[in-house]
C-alpha cells in the first residue's frame, strides 16, 4: 500500500486506546486517524475516518468486536481488521478470522510486532505464522467438520491446479516472497493468483483462503 496508513483504535478501555494511538503515532507509515469505544460507534467512525486498518477489541459493551467485524467487513471496500485479544486462541477468534478479519494481536504483543502486523496487513499479507494458524484451526470444534470439509473440497475443485498449489501455500502460513520462489513464479504473479482467488472464492481476505485449505485437508 502507498502512503501513510491511516489506522483506527478500537477498545472500550480508554487507557488501552491511548497506548495502542500513542505507540503507533511515533512510526513514520503510520497514522491514527480515530478511535472507538463501542463496537457501534465503528460505522459512523469508519465511515468518517476511512481507515486503511482497524484494531479491534473483541471484548466490548453494547456491540462486541465480532459482529462489528463482521459488519464491516461486509462493506464495499472494507478495511483491514485485526482484532486484538487478551486470549491466545478460541473459537471467537476463528469467527473473527471467518467473517473476514486479517488476523489477531494479543494485548501484551511486543510494541515492534505490533508494528509489523499492521504493515503487513496493509500491504494485503497475512499476519498469521504457520504456528498460530495450526492453533486457530485446532480450536475449531469438530462439530459438522465433515460438512465443512466437503464444502471446502468442493470450493478447490473449482480452482486450477496453479491456484490450488497457491491456495495451499497460503494454507501453509507462507507470505508472497515464500510462494514466489517455492513455486518459481514472481511475487507480482503470485499476488495475481491472490486476486483471482479472492474473487473466485468470494472471500474477503488470504486468511480466509488459509481456513479453507485447512478446512479441505490440504495444509
Request: net charge negative.
Amino acid at each position: 500500500m502507498a502512503g501513510v496508513i491511516r489506522v483506527l483504535v478500537v477498545d472500550d478501555d480508554a487507557l488501552v486506546r491511548a497506548g495502542l494511538a500513542m505507540l503507533l503515532a511515533g512510526v513514520e507509515e503510520i497514522t491514527i486517524v480515530g478511535e472507538a469505544g463501542d463496537g457501534t460507534e465503528v460505522p459512523h467512525a469508519v465511515a468518517e475516518h476511512r481507515p486503511d486498518v482497524v484494531l479491534m477489541d473483541i471484548r466490548m459493551p453494547g456491540m462486541d468486536g465480532l459482529a462489528a467485524t463482521e459488519l464491516l467487513r461486509a462493506r464495499p471496500d472494507p478495511p483491514e481488521v485485526i482484532v486484538l485479544t487478551t486470549f491466545e486462541a478460541g473459537d471467537d477468534v476463528v469467527r473473527a478470522l471467518r467473517a473476514g478479519a486479517s488476523g489477531f494481536l494479543l494485548k501484551d504483543t511486543p510494541p515492534a510486532d505490533l508494528v509489523r502486523a499492521v504493515l503487513a496487513v496493509a500491504a494485503g499479507d497475512p499476519m498469521l505464522s504457520p504456528a498460530v494458524t495450526r492453533r486457530l484451526i485446532g480450536q475449531v470444534t469438530a462439530d459438522g467438520f465433515s460438512d465443512r470439509q466437503r464444502r471446502a473440497r468442493e470450493l478447490l475443485a473449482q480452482l486450477t491446479d496453479r491456484e490450488r498449489e497457491v491456495a495451499v501455500a497460503v494454507g501453509l502460513g507462507k507470505s508472497n516472497a515464500e510462494i514466489s520462489r517455492e513455486l518459481y513464479m514472481s511475487v507480482a504473479t503470485v499476488k495475481a493468483h491472490v486476486s483471482r482467488l479472492l474473487s473466485k472464492l468470494e472471500f474477503n481476505n488470504r486468511v480466509q483462503i488459509a481456513l479453507l485449505a485447512h478446512d479441505a485437508g490440504e495444509a
